[in-house]
Structures are given as structure tokens and as C-alpha cells.
């Protein structure tokens, strides 16, 4: 059975930085987004190595979706490529079939943002600023209005998030898994070109990568929070 690639993540832990490096590692890998989501994502590409349609996808998300990443990985296999899709926590319900089949068959990166606590601020930024990524080295950052955080829902984000990063490393403990943390990779792209390179073990790239995604956030925490004082126990490493 060919092997497929799966990054497993949370929302604003870096999974779009990681998959723009990995592509301009690999260019001619296929490459998709939140395709396992019920709301799908990357039609458009998924058609073009499949042709199936956005219905048909939608579908086999809802119904098949092991079925829906076999069809993705065995296309793409028959063009000498390889398949990495992302997928959160969240999208798909524990007793899915398709965790298993990860597990079972196809190599697992998590990638984790040790401090929760950036993960839970940077919902919040991206949901004040209505964006949820930056392009473009020379624009200006979107303006962010202090924010006032509630202890109780911060409490709870980071628990929950705990429980995601303990279960997923219990479930693939016995799987083609490697971690990867957001904060070693974020410096600079040639940092995560590096990481990339060795979690796949492929040699370096020849030529140099840039690429016009950017971080969205320009203030420390405690400049965005107006109460950071009542919340600045959270603002740790977890993992």
C-alpha cells in the first residue's frame, strides 16, 4: 500500500508556515491543507491529481474518508510524487477508522506549539483581525486592540490542548512519528527547511528557500493583553 504523509496539528501552531517550507523543499509533492475538515479544503488540487470533484470529496469526507486519502496517495504515487495533508485534533472523532489507518500506514509529524498559551492568544488575534495569515515582508502588521482574556477560558484551552498532545502521542507511540516544535522551527526558514530535511531524511535543498508568509504577531504577550497579570501563569511551556 503506498505511504502517505499526514502533519498532525492544531490551529495556530504553525501548520501553514511548515506546509509552504515543505513545498518549496518538494515542489512537485502534492501538498493539501485541512482536507479532512467537513467543510473540506484544496478541491482544486485534489481534482487536478484525482479528479474527483468537490461534491465527491465532500462526500467521501463525510462517509470514507480513508477512502477519500487512499484514492490522494495512490494518485499520487502513480505520478513518482508524495501526499501530505494536515489535519487537527478536532476534525475527525477519535473512533474514526482513519487515525488507524495513519497509524498503520502512513508516516505521522506532529507539530506542537510548546506554549498553549501563544496557540489560545493567537485565536484570539486572528479572530479580532478577521485574519489568520500575513503575507508580505514589507506590510505592516494588522493593528490589535489589547486584549482582555478570561482565567477560566484560558484554563480550559490549555487542558484541552494537553489532552490532544498526550492522546496523539499515546496513539502513534508505535507509528512512523516524529515531533516537531514550533518554537525550534520558527526563527527562520532555514531552521524548518532543516528540521523538514531530517524528519523526511532528505538531503538540503540546493538552492536557497524564502517564502512570503509571516508571522502575524509583532508585540510581546504582555502587550497584547491588557489583564496580563491575571493570566501570566499560563504563559509557559506545557511540552
Given at each position: 500500500m503506498p505511504k502517505g504523509n499526514i502533519l498532525l496539528s492544531s490551529a495556530r501552531s504553525?501548520?501553514?508556515?511548515?506546509?509552504?517550507?515543505?513545498s518549496k523543499c518538494f515542489p512537485r509533492n502534492f501538498v493539501a491543507k485541512e482536507i479532512f475538515r467537513p467543510t473540506g479544503d484544496s478541491f482544486a488540487l485534489i481534482e487536478e491529481l484525482t479528479g474527483l470533484n468537490k461534491d465527491e470529496v465532500l462526500a467521501l469526507v463525510a462517509t470514507e474518508p480513508v477512502e477519500l486519502w487512499q484514492k490522494i496517495v495512490s494518485a499520487a504515487e502513480a505520478e513518482e510524487r508524495e501526499a501530505l495533508a494536515k489535519i487537527f485534533y478536532y476534525h475527525v472523532d477519535k473512533?474514526?477508522?482513519?487515525?488507524?489507518?495513519f497509524r498503520d500506514n502512513d508516516k505521522v509529524i506532529h507539530l506542537i506549539r510548546r506554549n498553549a498559551f501563544d496557540v489560545f492568544l493567537s485565536h484570539k488575534v486572528a479572530n479580532q483581525t478577521g485574519k489568520w495569515q500575513e503575507f508580505g515582508k514589507n506590510k505592516a502588521?494588522?493593528?490589535?486592540?489589547?486584549?482582555v482574556l478570561n482565567r477560566s477560558e484560558v484554563r480550559a484551552f490549555l487542558d484541552k490542548q494537553r489532552d490532544h498532545?498526550?492522546?496523539?502521542?499515546?496513539?502513534?507511540?508505535?507509528?512512523d512519528y516524529a515531533e516537531l516544535f514550533?518554537?525550534?522551527?520558527?526563527?527562520?526558514?532555514?531552521?524548518?527547511?532543516?528540521?523538514?530535511?531530517t524528519v523526511f531524511e532528505r538531503p538540503l535543498p540546493s538552492h536557497p528557500i524564502s517564502i512570503g508568509l509571516r508571522k502575524q504577531k509583532d508585540k510581546?504577550?504582555?502587550?497584547l493583553v491588557a489583564n496580563y497579570d491575571d493570566v501570566a501563569e499560563f504563559d509557559c511551556f506545557l511540552f
Open positions: 504553525g501548520t501553514n508556515y511548515f506546509l509552504t517550507a515543505y473512533a474514526d477508522p482513519l487515525w488507524a489507518h502588521p494588522t493593528e490589535v486592540e489589547p486584549l498532545v498526550d492522546y496523539a502521542r499515546t496513539f502513534f507511540a508505535k507509528a514550533y518554537e525550534d522551527i520558527a526563527d527562520s526558514v532555514d531552521t524548518c527547511v532543516k528540521s523538514i530535511c510581546s504577550n504582555q502587550e
